[in-house]
């Protein structure tokens, strides 16, 4: 199976709306009921953050040349 250039646009374009999905829900997860985000420790809450960071540029990154594929092809 070959897969066009507009394709891998619309799979980097899909992969960046799921990798935004997953940090929100991520962060969605960790909030109590009055909407403040808890943490077991300041270490985790450091891992924690720091890998939201990554999941956002990838999330971004992957999204943005996605749509720029699609937009040149």
Partial sequence: ?????PDY???LTIIGIG????KEK???DRTN???VEQFQSFS???????FDQ???WSCLASFSIG???LAFS
């Fill in 54 to 56: 990554l999941l956002t």
């Fill in 1 to 5: 199976m070959h897969l066009a250039v």
């Fill in 26 to 28: 991520r962060k969605f």
């Fill in 9 to 11: 646009g619309l799979l």
């Fill in 67 to 69: 749509l720029l594929i």
């Fill in 44 to 50: 985790r809450k450091m891992v924690a953050t720091t």
């Fill in 19 to 22: 990798l935004g999905l997953w």
């Fill in 33 to 35: 009921a009055f909407g």
